[in-house]
């Protein structure tokens, strides 16, 4: 089970599954064997550096969309709401 569990965290890193991951650290399984210890604390430091890549990867995209949005409203010509016949 815990060598199936390790498998599957890997496989989920490799693919940047999010939502794998998600599932498997909070199905964390207590380990006994020294060597698997080690290797799900390795493991675990890859999910962490995944995390934060893709929070830093979002983040970068919501500060271009704003500014992107930012830029569009900028520009955008206000049309007359009324129709002026004074002219």
């Known amino acids: 089970m815990k060598h199936m569990w390790l498998s599957k965290l890997k496989i989920a890193l490799v693919q940047k599954d999010i939502d794998s991951l998600n599932d498997l650290v909070k199905d964390l399984p207590t380990f006994t064997n020294k060597k698997d210890i080690q290797e799900a604390m390795?493991?675990?430091r890859e999910v962490v550096s995944v995390f934060q890549t893709l929070k830093d990867e979002t983040e970068l995209s919501m500060?271009?969309?704003?500014?992107?949005?930012?830029?569009?409203?900028s520009t955008?010509?206000?049309?007359a709401t009324k129709l002026d016949i004074t002219s």
Do not use: C, R
Request: aromatic content about 12%; overall charge positive.
């Open 63 to 73: 500060k271009l969309i704003k500014k992107n949005l930012e830029f569009l409203k």
């Open 42 to 44: 390795y493991l675990s």
């Open 76 to 79: 955008h010509i206000n049309t």
